[in-house]
C-alpha cells in the first residue's frame, strides 16, 4: 500500500491545465437506483431522506449519488486503488456505517466473497443487483446497535460522515462493542478545510468563507463537520489499540508538477466544486437564515473562485484505523 504522503511539499505547476472544469461541472445522473422508502422531502430543489427526516443535512437525489461515486473514486484514488488501509485478513463479516450508494460495501463483497458484508444508511438509495453475500438495511448509525454478541463484526467500516454524526464518541464506543476481539474499526474522513504549502490559500477569500460558515453551522445544528483531525483521539478514548492516522494530501486542482498528483487534483477539483452546494443549502437556509437566493449566490461566488488556477491548495484526508484488543 502506499505510504501517506502528508508531509511532502507538493510542488505547482504554473500552466494552466483546469479549463475543462467550470461551474456547470455538475454531473448528471445515469444510476437506475430502487427505493423502498418513497416519502422524500424536497427542499431547496433537492431531494432528502424521509427517515429520522432533518438528522442528516446532505441530500440523497440522484445528483448527491454521482457526488458520492466521484468521493468514491477519489478515496481510492489516493490509496492507488486500495479500498482500505487497516490491515485486515479473511474477514468474516464486515460493516459499512453510512454505506450511502453502497458501491464501497459491494467492492469488498467481491474481494472477499465468503465474508458477509451489510451496509446501513438513513436513505434506501442502495442498488437491487448486490453480490449474494451483500445486504442493505435503513437504519440510524446514532441509534442503539441492536447486533447480538454471536453477530459481532471482523471490520467496521464509515466514510465521509462528518456532518452527519451528533456523539462520535459515543459512535465509536458502540463500534468497540461490536467489532471482535482482534477486529479492525476504519473511519475515512477529510477535513473541510483547505490548506497550501505557499500561503496561496489565503487569498482564496470565498473558499475561506466557505469553510467557515460550514464550521458555524454545522456546529449550531449539533454534527459538527470538520471532524477528522478528531478522529483518532477519539478512538483512543474508545479503548482501540494501535490507532493509526493515515494522512494523504488531496491537492484541488491540477497544479501540482508530479503527474498522478496532477491527476488526483483534476478529481479533487471537481469533488470539492460538486460539494460546494449540497453543503450549503440546508445548512445556510435552516441555520444561518440565508434564503435559497443568498445561498445559491453564495455557491456560485466559491465556484468562480475554485474554477481558477490561482490557488495552489489541498485537503487532508484521515485514515484512521485500531484494532479491539484481543482481551478488550
Known amino acids: 500500500m502506499l505510504q501517506p504522503n502528508v508531509d511532502e511539499h507538493i510542488q505547482p505547476d504554473t500552466s494552466d491545465d483546469d479549463s475543462i472544469l467550470d461551474t456547470e461541472s455538475i ?16 427542499e431547496n430543489g433537492r431531494r432528502y431522506h424521509a427517515y429520522r427526516h432533518g438528522q442528516y443535512p446532505m441530500p440523497n437525489d440522484e445528483a448527491e449519488q454521482e457526488r458520492l461515486e466521484l468521493m468514491h473514486h477519489l478515496f481510492k484514488l489516493l490509496l492507488g486503488g486500495e479500498s482500505y488501509r487497516a490491515p485486515i485478513h479473511q474477514p468474516e463479516r464486515i460493516l459499512d456505517v453510512g454505506t450511502g450508494t453502497g458501491t464501497w460495501a459491494m467492492e469488498m463483497a467481491d474481494e472477499f466473497p465468503d465474508a458477509e458484508i451489510l451496509g446501513t444508511d438513513l436513505s434506501p438509495i442502495q442498488p437491487n443487483w448486490a453480490p449474494p453475500n451483500c445486504s442493505f438495511v435503513v437504519d440510524d448509525a446514532e441509534s442503539d446497535w441492536a447486533y447480538t454478541k454471536e453477530e459481532a463484526f471482523d471490520y467496521i467500516h464509515a466514510r465521509s460522515m462528518g456532518g452527519g ?33 505557499d500561503g ?56 501540482p508538477k508530479a503527474p498522478r498528483l496532477k491527476e488526483i487534483g483534476k478529481v479533487g477539483k471537481l469533488a470539492y466544486l460538486e460539494a460546494v452546494e449540497p453543503y450549503t443549502l440546508a445548512l445556510f437556509t435552516r441555520v444561518l437564515g440565508y434564503t435559497y437566493d443568498e445561498a445559491v449566490e453564495f455557491v456560485q461566488k466559491v465556484h468562480t473562485e475554485l474554477c481558477s488556477s490561482t490557488y495552489h491548495v489541498y485537503v487532508l484526508f484521515h485514515y484512521v484505523y485500531g484494532q479491539r484488543p484481543f482481551g478488550g
Open 27 to 42: 454531473l448528471d445522473s445515469n444510476l437506475s437506483l430502487y427505493s423502498s422508502v418513497r416519502d422524500y422531502s424536497y
Open 165 to 197: 454524526i451528533g456523539d462520535w464518541e459515543r459512535l465509536l464506543r458502540q463500534a468497540y462493542e461490536h467489532v471482535k476481539p482482534g477486529g479492525w474499526v476504519e473511519i475515512q474522513e477529510y477535513e473541510a478545510w483547505v490548506y497550501s504549502d
Open 200 to 255: 496561496t490559500d489565503r487569498d482564496a477569500v470565498m473558499v475561506q468563507a466557505f469553510q467557515r460558515k460550514l464550521e458555524e453551522a454545522s456546529t449550531q445544528f449539533g454534527k459538527r463537520m470538520n471532524v477528522a483531525h478528531d478522529l483518532k483521539g477519539w478512538m483512543e478514548n474508545a479503548g482501540f489499540a494501535g490507532v493509526t492516522d493515515d494522512i494523504y494530501k488531496c491537492p484541488i486542482g491540477a497544479w
